[in-house]
């Protein structure tokens, strides 16, 4: 039998083991602040169970040791954490591929060195704000598990002449020491071109000193340089790199993308905003990050508000004024009760709430919409006597069933069915109530419905 003071110390053990990656990593690349946190977390996990250990190593971080590694250039660098792999960053398929690509060279390095070549590792990545170059070099680092390293632009950029050239020379020093992703954004400041009738000398020396530095860099670096305006910078500086990609406008496709991972069902409990996607891919959105910061108002307000202000955040401002997108679908559920109102209002509320009127009025539309697609009465009449053949279903569940299989269809077919059923709800609204009385004592005159009052408008 394990007593519980072994079971206090397996646990502890296991607990800093776990931790133990965090503190060499931090070691290796001389990161003290996180060392200290990490050392902290140990001596606290077992200072219950190894005294003694946990008053040395806080001793030791009281005593505040420097260890002789290779001198971190904080002021120029900052170690970030990748927060998103390639599964969930929203990339031109192109892209991605080519990015998949990198991953698996450096995956199966070892199968690359016996025929003398190296994982490729040197990208160069512009186009538009706001559509995703940031989150692509967090990929890297996510799904390679190494550290992601981005530049400090103002720390980059010295005051002094050939300043600049010593911190690009001191950051690509410290990288080479170990695997990582080096993020260099607005990369057109430091690698302006060389001919351009503007440039001055130590602007030309910058640019040379990158030259050297990105050629010299070992594969177990991954360099992603980012700009916006790809033009400006010096065409050697360009053919450095192993790839060059694009991230431009977005598409509908990538908005329409975007959008399903904003709006996933999983991430708007109780509501399923779906429906919106087709709208939301339409709009003139700039980039993807105004997607996301779209779809992330939708979220709150289905938090804050209950999804009652949806409508007015789907008014999207253009270069020609306030235009609204198109209708934006009520919550299936608001609808329903509508419906219902609109029912009692026209037929009575005796009428509208009769189990019976109301089930054949469904099956009058089913039927119809069967015959529209094309399906004859003999066919009807086999799956009529098949589904009678059969014991009776609950009722709940078969109205859930009628709803996927009616979802399903209108996918098929390519149309939006909370679109048209909403829009058929607002052709009702439109016309006289009269009408539907005059169709529903039609039915009542043939025995397939019950007859309602007509009641004439003064």
Known sequence: MITKPLTQKRKAESSAIKLLPMLVEAAFWNQKAAMSDVGEKIAAIVEATHPAISKRIRNTLDQNRKPAYLHNPDKLLEFEEARHGFDTVILPESIESDCRSIIQEHHRRGELAPFDLLPRHKILVYGPPGNGKTMLAEAFAFDLGVPFIRVKYGGLIGDYLGSTGRNIQEIMDYVRTGPCVLFLDEFDGIGMDRNDNQDVGEARRITNQLLISIERLPSTCILIAATNVDHLLDSALK?????????????????????????????????????LLDQIA????KNLKEVVDHCQRIRRDLVLNNGVGIEDINIRITDSGRLPMPQV???????????????????GKEIATAPGERIRRFVEEALELAQAAGLCENDIVKLSDFVFSRPVGDIKQEVGQVGVTLLCYAQHIGINADEEENAEF??????????????????????????CVIELKL
Not at 246 to 251: A, G, I, Q, R, V
Not at 282 to 285: I, N
Not at 426 to 451: E, P, V, W
Request: hydrophobic share 35%; net charge positive.
């Open 239 to 275: 053919r450095r790199f192993d790839f060059v990609l694009e991230l431009p406008k977005p598409t509908e496709q990538l908005k329409r993308r975007c959008a399903e991972k904003e709006l996933n069902p999983s991430i708007t409990p109780g509501f399923n905003l779906l429906y």
């Open 282 to 285: 339409r709009a003139p959105f």
């Open 426 to 451: 607002n052709r009702l609204l439109s016309m006289d109530q009269l009408h539907f009385q005059a169709r529903q004592n039609a039915k009542a005159s043939l025995g397939i419905g019950a007859a």
């Open 329 to 347: 679908v009520k919550s299936r559920y608001q609808r329903q009760c509508e419906i219902f109102d609109w029912a009692c209002s026209t037929f």
